[in-house]
């Protein structure tokens, strides 16, 4: 994929790992793993979150007119999947294998359907409105943890 968001699509899928391995190791019993992976991931999730809504929709915005729409939306369901993130931080402090799978199973569903959104709508919609901002690529690269 190429286009200023591929970056972000690319980040996507390194978020979804960490996720994998976080489940897996709360599957094992192993707590330290669990909060390692759950870690880079919460902090990489945030920080994608981050960089689209300080970053990416204003300038789509800008570019567009549109307040309202796509990033809006998007927007709205960052808001509910941080609200996860907490009960998610919770049960794993306390080790609660189902507090934090019930949850997780939650976000899990939430991000899947995000990012097919992001992906198919949104994203395409701020390549044409943005193309050749290399200047906003940069950003958007240099924002997101490696």
Known sequence: MSGLTSVL?????????????AEEAVRQGDWAAAAAAWGRFRDGLLA??????????????????????PPKIMRQEHTQMRGLLGQI????????ASGFEG????????????NMKEENILYPMCD???????????????????
């Open 48 to 69: 994608h979150f981050g960089v689209e809504e300080e970053v990416l929709f204003p300038a789509f915005e800008q570019a567009t007119g549109m307040v309202s729409g």
């Open 89 to 96: 931080d919770a049960a794993l402090v306390q080790r609660e």
């Open 128 to 146: 044409r409105a943005l193309q050749g901002d290399e200047g906003l690529r940069r950003r958007i690269e240099t924002a997101l943890p490696a």
């Open 9 to 21: 699509h690319d980040h996507h899928k390194h978020c979804d790992g960490d996720f994998a391995l």
């Open 103 to 114: 949850a997780a199973g939650t976000l899990l569903v939430m991000l899947q359907q995000h």
